[in-house]
């Protein structure tokens, strides 16, 4: 593990077999990129950060993993953005993917296989969730991928509720020359959803578990109703493939979902994104968790290259 100067931060950098891994823990606990140094010495990258010239507004920068706790999407009170309530029923302030992508962590663990990170959270924070809680992002990095574990436990005495996940951005094409439509998607989803500007679900647009990734409808899309825990995106001319694995611990895996996103046709990532359930949870109570008193509830993601 090293620690690497980049436009006024200190970042950590792991080398693991061909894999190398870049991240600012302290900031968001945000993996930057994740690359791959191939046969021939060239370097492809698979966890897409961008050139960019100053870390200002650093949890706006579209490259990563930023991570969405402890909602994901959009929340609404009473199909006002930007705002839930719990069951006590005070309306209290939520922005976009909750609170930690842009708040401040603690490293607890560091070491040569990767490290963990505790959520400080701020003012606002504190405000908007006021809870006794303790939340950590733990990464494990390996030669061909990593994992990734969310961890809440709950030091007070009233349920926490949380609804977390992950908004990976992913170089596309892998290879030169490639278009999205040489990429395929499996996701063992058997229904998909579209979030509303009230903060509503509603059906989503008619999908087969396998599509490629030029297919328009794909983007924005909630794929839910998941019939197994691991999805995939293959790269058809050479079969290069990235599997995803999730997994739950002390709650269901029942509203598990996949969201994908990119922002238009010409961007250079494609977003895949393993959330605990459904945007707007406290309100629609899809894919919403309760941890009680002195439990801990845990959300893990495993992603390899093969």
């Known amino acids: 593990m090293e620690r690497i100067p980049y436009l006024g931060q200190t970042i950590l950098k792991w080398q693991v077999g061909n894999s190398t891994f870049l991240a600012l823990p302290e900031k ?56 839930w309530s719990a069951d006590d029923g005070i309306r209290r302030p939520m922005p976009m993917h909750g609170y930690a992508r842009q708040g401040d962590f603690r490293i607890t663990r560091l070491d040569e296989g990767g490290f963990s990170a505790q959520f400080l959270p701020g003012t606002e924070a504190k405000a908007g969730y006021p809870y006794d809680y303790e939340f950590i992002v733990s990464y494990r990095f390996e030669k061909s991928g ?10 007070g005495t009233t349920p926490i509720p949380w609804s977390a996940g992950h908004h990976f951005y992913f170089t596309l094409p892998w290879t030169s020359g490639l278009k999205r439509k040489n990429y395929l998607l499996e ?33 924005d899309t909630i794929h839910t109703g998941l019939r197994g825990h691991t999805f995939s995106v293959t790269e058809q001319p050479s079969g290069q493939r990235l599997k995803f694995n999730t997994g ?50 845990k959300f893990l993601v495993e992603i390899t290259l093969s």
């Open 28 to 83: 968001g606990a945000r993996l930057m990129n994740w690359n791959v140094t191939l046969g021939d010495g060239s370097v492809r990258d698979i966890v897409y950060w961008p050139e960019v010239s100053s870390l200002d507004n650093f949890h706006k920068i579209r490259g990563g993993n930023p991570i969405l706790f402890p909602f994901n999407g959009r929340t609404f009170d009473r199909s006002e953005i930007h705002f």
């Open 146 to 155: 990593f994992y990734v574990e969310l961890e809440l436990s709950n030091r």
């Open 187 to 219: 996701v063992p989803a058997t229904k998909t959803l579209k979030h509303m500007e009230s903060g509503r679900l509603i059906d989503g647009p008619r999908l087969g578990q396998r599509e490629t990734l030029d297919n328009p409808a794909l983007i």
């Open 248 to 297: 739950f611990t002390n709650t269901t895996a029942r509203d598990a979902a996949v969201v994908t996103w990119t922002s238009d046709e010409k961007a250079p990532y494609y977003c895949i994104e393993p959330w605990m359930g459904p945007p707007n949870s406290p309100e629609n109570k899809a894919g919403l968790h309760l941890v009680g008193p002195g439990q801990t509830q």
